[in-house]
């Protein structure tokens, strides 16, 4: 069960005990003795409300709630920055255990997985003993720039049913999970299928309001094996961002590499702000070659403070070249193969699904079954 902190009330605030959380304790306790599987409550960003939450205070909850249910867990939400040495050394002792929101703190993201092992295990060194539960966002983040996809959330809860399997994690909560046709985001509405063709595209994007510098980049790459015998080898692809010739350039700009070196560069603000078609021919830069690593970029020739992209990528050509889903609609074929450097440069398979519920939970239903 979750209730609301005090600092979430300009949006909302748990009824009928409000702030009251003495009474929420002992009100869950009350209510977990006839309902056997009511194991643990929660506070929604707790950690932010820690003037509230003084130690003394969260005794008093706890003591109500046990004094009714010895084993009623307290469980509250903490974001990975909040787990200071401070926070470990006050409040850990008091707690049943902590819901970690996977967040890819410092940014703020739902396309990026990367960073999810490291933060578990930071955890699990930091807090032995403690029951850390991972809560992968099945629902929009607020300030995120995407919502997570159907691969996103499937690859977060795989990881942390991985550490699950490795005691690094006491358990797995997902955020929101649409669970039934009347849920809300049971269904995408088709405006948030971004692709040139089909339901996928690459998608490569700086947040608003987030801070970049030069050298940061992130990248989608492949292993492509080359058609021998071929007299002409090249890649063509479409692409498209938001940005024209008003904004300013020199800070964003979508680059194609082989093995490294960059063969073609365009900054956001060219070519306008619809779907462009480039081909870049490869013969020259291949010849004698087997196989070659290709690779779509975004590259930050300047740092920004405030200044969004996202740029696409989608239906790909490649002549003399193997590469398998030429048209991303299938995310863990290129999931693998991501590489972000230096900071929140964020690239992605954006694969769109209408049935966005039924799709995941299909998906999650598979995992936990095999867990
Ligand atoms: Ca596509
Ligand atoms: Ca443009």
């Avoid at 909850?61 to 004094?67: D, G, S």
């Avoid at 970690?100 to 003993?129: C, I, M, N």
Wanted: charged share 20%; hydrophobic share 40%.
């Amino acid at each position: 069960m979750l209730v609301y902190s005090p600092s979430q009330a300009v949006c909302c605030v748990s009824r009928p005990y409000k702030h009251d959380y003495v009474t929420w304790a002992r009100e869950i306790a009350t209510a977990s003795k006839s309902h056997p599987n009511l194991t643990g409550w929660t506070v929604d960003d707790y950690g932010y409300d820690l003037r509230t939450f003084t130690p003394a205070y969260v005794k008093q909850m706890t003591a109500a709630a046990k004094a009714i249910n010895r084993s009623l867990k307290f469980v509250p939400t903490v974001y990975y920055g909040q787990f200071t040495d401070a926070f470990i050394a006050e409040q850990i002792p008091l707690l049943d255990g902590v819901v970690f929101p996977f967040r890819d703190e410092p940014h703020r993201d739902t396309s990026w997985t990367w960073s999810l092992s490291y933060q578990v295990k930071q955890l699990a060194k930091r807090l032995p003993g403690t029951d850390v539960y991972l809560m992968p966002y099945a629902h929009p983040l607020s300030h995120a720039a995407q919502k997570p996809t159907v691969a996103y959330v499937e690859a977060v809860t795989r990881k942390s049913l991985e550490h699950v399997r490795a005691g690094e994690l006491a358990g797995v909560v997902q955020y929101k999970l649409p669970f039934l046709a009347a849920d809300a985001g049971w269904t995408r509405p088709a405006t948030d299928n971004l692709a040139r063709t089909g339901d996928g595209r690459l998608s490569f994007v700086v947040q608003t309001k987030t801070a970049t510098e030069a050298g940061m980049s992130c990248g989608a790459s492949r292993q492509v094996k080359l058609t021998s015998g071929a007299a002409k080898r090249s890649v063509s692809f479409w692409h498209r961002d938001g940005r024209d010739t008003g904004h300013p350039a020199g800070y964003h700009v979508k680059q194609l590499l082989l093995n490294g070196r960059v063969m073609w560069q365009r900054d956001v603000t060219a070519d306008g702000t619809a779907w462009q078609q480039v081909t870049v021919d490869l013969t020259a830069a291949l010849a004698g070659a087997t196989s070659a690593t290709v690779e779509w970029r975004l590259y930050e020739r300047k740092g920004v403070s405030d200044y969004f992209v996202d740029a696409g990528v989608d239906d790909i050509v490649a002549t003399g070249l193997q590469l398998s889903d030429p048209g991303v609609e299938n995310a863990a074929a290129w999931t693998a193969g991501l590489v972000r450097k230096g900071g929140p440069v964020y690239c992605s398979a954006q694969v769109y699904h209408r049935d966005y519920g039924a799709e995941l939970g299909a998906r999650l239903a598979g995992l936990y079954a095999a867990a």
